[in-house]
């Protein structure tokens, strides 16, 4: 089985950084995902990491560390558009990822 | 632009009738796609994996016979929820994985289904 936690909700301050982790436990490992939903729309794809290590792409970076079972978004010079749930996905022994909870994220001015 | 189309957006029903929803990828063939259903301020639930020439694979907990699952074409996979009661009021999410090989696909997510059961 797989398991996927996150914070249910963070806020945080226009223009600041904030840092959004995700443990998991899964029965192998083909990488991790991090979609971002506004309510009542559907996800779309911020990030994909499958090895050690930060990948950047702009304002957003992810975080990998596949011995500790740990990822974290980063979000910079945060936007009030940035409000959203940031949801982390897993995919284990096969592709068909695995999604946490997701992480209610309030940016206020 | 969007890859996975998906409609209705939103449907509001009597109980006891049928709603079907459709799911197609726009430019590239989806010989798999896979049906969420989300409740408020909760994740995505894996529904089940819609196979094109093949029945669908179905969660554990999830009735087959009420969600009925038809992979038509490459592009195309419909879900119809049958007799639908207010407990099926959910927003319902289809998606198609898009890339190279098993590993590393990404899923690409259709505008989703507000279902309101009445």
């Known amino acids: 089985g797989q398991n996927i936690d996150q914070p249910t909700e963070m806020t945080a301050t226009e223009g600041a950084i904030v840092q959004i982790n995700c443990t998991y436990q899964t029965s192998g490992f083909n990488g991790l995902f991090w979609y971002q939903q506004h309510a009542g729309e559907a996800p779309t794809f911020l990030s994909y990491n499958v090895l050690d290590g930060l990948e950047e792409k702009g304002r957003f970076s992810s975080f990998l560390s596949r011995s500790k079972g740990y990822s974290y978004l980063l979000l910079k010079e945060l936007q009030m558009k940035d409000s959203a749930s940031y949801l982390c996905?897993?995919?284990?022994?096969?592709?068909?990822?695995?999604f946490g909870r997701g992480t209610s994220l309030i940016v206020h001015p | 632009g969007a890859v996975v189309s998906q409609h209705p957006s939103r449907v509001i029903c009597k109980s006891g009738t049928s709603v079907k929803i459709e799911c197609r990828s726009l430019d590239f063939q989806a010989t798999t796609m896979f049906w969420y259903r989300q409740f408020p301020k909760q994740s995505l639930m894996l529904m089940a994996t819609?196979?094109?020439?093949?029945?669908?694979?179905?969660e554990q907990g999830v009735e087959k016979d009420k969600f009925l699952i038809n992979h038509a074409s490459l592009t195309l996979s419909t879900l119809t929820v049958t007799s639908a009661h207010p407990e099926d009021s959910s927003f319902y999410i289809c998606?198609?994985?898009?890339?190279?090989?098993?590993?590393?696909?990404?899923?690409?997510f259709g505008s989703g289904t507000q279902l309101s059961v009445l």
């Open positions: 996905a897993v995919t284990g022994g096969s592709y068909i990822p695995t």
């Open positions: 819609s196979n094109e020439g093949s029945k669908a694979t179905y």
């Open positions: 998606s198609a994985p898009r890339g190279q090989g098993a590993v590393g696909k990404k899923l690409f």
